[in-house]
C-alpha cells in the first residue's frame, strides 16, 4: 500500500471580479469534499483551502496565479478540480452586474 501523494500545481483566476465571496464559498465548499489537506499560495503566502476568509485575503484579482498543492490520498483529484473553478471562464454568472445596475443613466426614464 502506497502513502499519501502530494501535488501541486498553479492556476489562473479566470472570473473577471476575481476569486470574490461567492466563488472563494464555493471554492472552499468544494475543497471540504476532498480527503486531503489542500492548501492555496500567492507568492510566499500560503492559505487553508477550506476557509473562505483565508481564501479572500489572497485578493486574488482576474488574472492572478495562485497555486494549489494537496497532500493525501485523492490529492491529484483535489487539485484538478478546484483549479477548474479557478479556471472557469470570464463572466460566470456571479461576474455579471445585478440587474438593472448596467443600465447607464440616460437609459432611466
Not at 74 to 100: F, H, I, K, T, W
Amino acid at each position: 500500500m502506497s502513502g499519501p501523494v502530494q501535488h501541486e500545481c498553479e492556476f489562473t483566476v479566470a472570473r473577471l471580479l476575481g476569486l470574490h465571496a461567492r466563488p472563494a464559498s464555493q471554492f472552499a465548499t468544494l475543497a471540504g469534499r476532498f480527503e486531503s489537506e489542500i492548501e492555496v499560495g500567492r507568492g510566499e503566502e500560503w492559505v487553508d483551502a477550506r476557509s473562505v476568509l483565508s481564501l479572500l485575503s489572497l485578493a486574488a484579482g482576474n488574472g492572478t496565479r495562485l497555486r494549489i498543492r494537496a497532500v493525501g490520498v485523492d490529492a491529484v483529484e483535489a487539485v484538478e478540480a478546484l483549479g477548474q473553478v479557478l479556471e472557469e471562464p470570464v463572466g460566470q454568472a456571479d461576474d455579471r452586474p445585478a440587474s438593472g445596475t448596467d443600465r447607464r443613466p440616460s437609459d432611466i426614464d
